[in-house]
């Protein structure tokens, strides 16, 4: 028999609940009252305290990606469906769970993995469900964290956080630091590698941090912006470049005795910075590209097999980085940087404070 409450109940702050949502891309992001999900068999409600705004909320707003010859991808093509609350970068507390959840108690600090597969595709299987061939990711296939609560589809997606670890700070290691993760591992750096970090925001400042610490790198930060450069080397970046007052290729040739970089890893990712990427890879060398900045660019396809290099596509990245990465913000070797916090019903300043660049670390909403 279903449990009715009676309206007294109905009163209860979690009884129902507010979500701010896109409901048409491009308009302002409605704040509505939804019911509060009952979280079933193996599910945890989790009441939200911190949601990370990020750069593909602004796509998901937009409703797509700029494709090749200016050709816009549709995010409804890719299975996206409005309204939809948007928000993948989420920490906060158990409120409940199914009666299948286990290893959880209420009140307990948690971080959600967000990039969650259908379980049965050859890349779930294999433990990269954020390759998923059907991918059903919290924020955008299904509601996330711009809301009061968020259900969460199985526990084994929780992950513990110690109590002196900060929500807001915490919230951002589920994709800006995951992705850099992902793509700083994904450039397979051998310690003394020369590697090339393009944009240094947030994720580029993040990489920075992951390369330096884990991988022993040399850092070579390219941006366009003094400002950034500056931090990118308080951050743990060798060597920087401006790449609007010098020539990129002939920089980093100096840089590194002429043989160019051993590996790039490029977090704007448009035709600009792609071009002058492949000029100066070293023989072997692994692209990474990470950006969603766009568009399209010009291959010479016999330099491929002759120089053996390796273009390489990096998203976000697998519940096991996220593991470890969490364990690398528990003892203070990345340090992720919040400086704007939002309300629930800042949602739509928040995405246009993003896009016009006037976020220097992340911002968060705290719903
Ligand atoms: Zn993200
Ligand atoms: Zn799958």
New binding site residues.
């Given amino acids: 028999m279903r449990f009715v409450a009676p309206p007294y109940m109905q009163q209860l702050p979690n009884v129902s609940m507010k979500s701010a949502r896109i409901v048409k891309p491009n308009e302002s992001l409605e704040v509505q009252q939804l019911e509060t999900p009952r979280p079933k068999g193996s599910q945890v409600l989790i009441k939200v305290e911190s949601s990370g705004v990020c750069h593909s909320d602004i796509h998901l707003w937009e409703g797509g990606y700029e494709g090749l010859e200016g050709q816009f991808l549709k995010t409804t093509d890719r299975g996206v469906k409005y309204p939809l609350t948007p928000g993948h970068e989420i920490a906060g507390i158990v409120d409940s769970f199914g009666e299948e959840a286990e290893g959880f108690t209420k009140n307990e600090k948690v971080l959600v993995y967000p990039w969650i ?5 050859p ?2 299987r294999n433990g990269q ?1 954020n390759l ?3 991918p059903r990711s919290l924020g955008v296939y299904m509601d996330g964290g711009y809301a009061e609560y968020v259900l969460v589809p199985s526990y084994r997606y929780l992950l513990k956080m110690d109590d002196e670890m900060d929500m807001n700070a915490s919230a951002t290691l589920s994709c800006s630091a995951l992705t850099a993760y992902g793509a700083v591992k994904n450039a397979n750096l051998k310690p003394n590698d020369n590697v090339v970090i393009v944009g240094a925001g947030g994720l580029g400042l993040m990489a920075i941090q992951l390369a330096k610490a884990v991988k022993g790198s040399k850092i070579i930060a390219m941006d366009l912006d003094d400002e950034k450069l500056g931090a990118a080397k308080k951050n743990g970046a060798d060597n920087t470049i401006n790449s609007k007052k010098e020539d990129p290729v002939k920089a980093v040739m100096e840089l590194t005795d002429k043989m160019g970089a051993d590996a790039v890893v490029d977090f704007v990712n448009a035709s600009k910075t792609v071009e002058s990427d492949i000029q100066f890879l070293r023989r072997r060398a692994n692209l990474v590209l990470v950006g969603f900045f766009g568009g399209e660019l010009k291959l010479s396809l016999v330099s491929m097999p002759t120089r053996a290099y390796r273009l390489i596509g990096s998203y976000t990245g697998t519940l096991s980085d996220m593991v470890e990465l969490v364990s690398l913000a528990r003892r203070g070797v990345i340090k992720p940087l919040v400086s704007n916090r939002f309300k629930l019903n800042q949602a739509t300043e928040a995405l246009t404070m993003l896009k016009e660049g006037k976020i220097l670390g992340r911002g968060v909403i705290n719903p």
């Fill in positions: 597969g259908e379980g049965l595709c890349a779930c469900e998923c061939d059907k």
